[in-house]
């Protein structure tokens, strides 16, 4: 039995660990204590190419993140709301701040700057609009 699973086992263990990397603990320990006696400096099993800062790298060869990508999208809508409200007029940039601000639907909102949600709807989908061509 040892005998068809042993090689498979290797195999398995090979997949799972960095290129260099010993499969088991006491081969570590061995080759620790022994690269102490070689010489000052360790060999390195690998060569890696210099670590580059995420500075230097373009826009597109930043690694994705995310977080950062909900973040964007948290201050675009931020920045979009403030732009809407600006060129809203008092009752609906009431409305918008209440729909943004404590999170109330059309129908509350509507009914708290004295108009209809039908009203309110078609009166956001105008600035939206004109938003959009600005």
Not at 23 to 28: E, G, L, P, V
Not at 40 to 52: G, K, M
Not at 81 to 103: G, K
């Amino acid at each position: 039995m040892s005998n068809f699973s042993s090689p498979r086992f290797v195999a398995v263990r090979a997949a799972y660990r960095a290129p260099g990397e010993r499969s088991r603990w006491r081969d570590t320990k061995r080759s620790s204590a022994h690269s102490a006696y070689k010489g000052h400096e360790p060999v390195l099993a690998y060569t890696c190419r210099e670590p580059v800062s995420v500075y230097e790298l373009s826009e597109n060869e930043q690694p994705k993140d995310p977080r950062s990508q909900a973040e964007r999208d948290r201050v675009e809508a931020v920045i979009d709301i403030q732009r809407a409200r600006h060129l809203a007029s008092q009752p609906l940039a009431t409305a918008i701040d209440m729909m943004w601000e404590e999170d109330a639907g059309y129908e509350a909102a509507a009914m708290a700057v004295g108009i209809n949600r039908v009203t309110l709807r078609r009166q956001l989908r105008q600035l939206g609009l004109r938003l959009a061509v600005a």
